[in-house]
T-cell receptor, first 112, second 113 residues
């Protein structure tokens, strides 16, 4: 079946550190890939997406590249801020299907 | 403003109460979803409605009863809940069969006492 695996959290970094959150997937069809972010007390917000191989999604300084050869969609940011503290979810949809499949989420805490 | 509005934001109910959660979207989407988010557990998809018909029900107990009267509104009716049902309930919407992802509401934090 379709699944998404994220690196285990929690992840704790200092402000201005480099961030990588790993995400790999297995898919029975051709997926679109997403990163969602959940700030404390809120629902999930779409952070970025990529719909085909080698596409790079980017938003708010975050980036992720759709790597078909490694079935990965790692999230990166060059310099994190305290306001980036949140839970990050990697997800996929098989194109032509409907169900959004989530990873388990990675809690990120940034210390000043 | 996310485009998907959930009410109430917080709800405390006793195990014998009946209450309803409401979700509303005006994004022109034709599919709506209920998710349950419990502490230290993955997101659980509960129900999927497409074009106002329920297309998925993931073995959810009958004390949870969804209703989708039109493409803009989704309800989750609750009765005789258990303390383990305490969680954040998230509503989402999307355009069915388009790979654009979902738009989520802010959720209802439910506490069953």
């Amino acid at each position: 079946g379709d699944s998404v695996t994220q690196m285990e959290g929690p992840v704790t970094l200092s402000e201005e550190a480099f961030l990588t959150i790993n995400c790999t997937y297995t898919a029975t069809g051709y997926p679109s890939l997403f990163w969602y972010v959940q700030y404390p007390g809120e629902g999930l917000q779409l952070l970025l997406k990529a719909t085909k191989a080698d596409d790079k999604g980017s938003n708010k300084g975050f980036e992720a590249t759709y790597r078909k050869e490694t079935t990965s969609f790692h999230l990166e940011k060059g310099s994190v801020q305290v306001s980036d503290s949140a839970v990050y979810f990697c997800a996929l949809i098989i194109q032509g299907a409907q169900k959004l499949v989530f990873g388990q989420g990675t809690r990120l805490t940034i210390n000043p | 403003e996310t485009g998907v509005t959930q009410t109430p934001r917080h709800l405390v109910m006793g195990m014998t109460n009946k209450k309803s959660l409401k979700c509303e979207q005006h994004l022109g989407h034709n599919a709506m979803y209920w998710y349950k988010q419990s502490a230290k557990k993955p997101l659980e998809l509960m129900f999927v409605y497409s074009l106002e018909e329920r297309v998925e029900n993931n073995s959810v107990p009958s004390r949870f009863s969804p209703e989708c009267p039109n493409s803009s509104h989704l309800f989750l009716h609750l009765h005789t809940l258990q303390p383990e049902d305490s969680a954040l309930y998230l509503c989402a919407s999307s355009s069915y069969r388009e790979s654009y992802g979902y738009t989520f509401g802010s959720g209802t934090r439910l506490t069953v006492v």
